[in-house]
């Protein structure tokens, strides 16, 4: 990795740690996720809705954080069942 994007990955990291910090959310569950959310916010996005992706990683997070139990787990399967949602969308090859 280049400086440059070493630097915006230790600002993106510094940025997401209080905004975890502020809302009081354990950071794992998100660490957890990451991947697989980002993943799916860039399917929607060129999917379904680029302006709906944003808002479907906070749906999905609402979700999971209402789900009983864990939420690692619980966003993890939010994640999944929207992924699926995309794959199944009528338009899923159109430009979004």
Do not use: Q, Y
């Not at 749906?59 to 954080?65: D, E, I, R």
């Amino acid at each position: 990795m280049r400086g440059d994007e070493t630097e915006k990955m230790a600002a993106m990291n510094r940025w997401l740690d209080a905004v975890c910090a502020e809302l009081e959310v354990d950071r794992s569950v998100m660490d957890a996720n990451s991947t697989a959310l980002l993943r799916l916010i860039s399917d929607v996005a060129h999917g379904p809705s680029r302006p709906g992706a944003p808002l479907t990683a906070f749906l999905v997070g609402l979700a999971g954080a209402s789900a009983p139990g864990p939420a690692a787990p619980a966003v993890g399967e939010r994640i999944a069942a929207v992924s699926r949602l995309v794959e199944s969308w009528p338009d899923a090859g159109a430009p979004a």
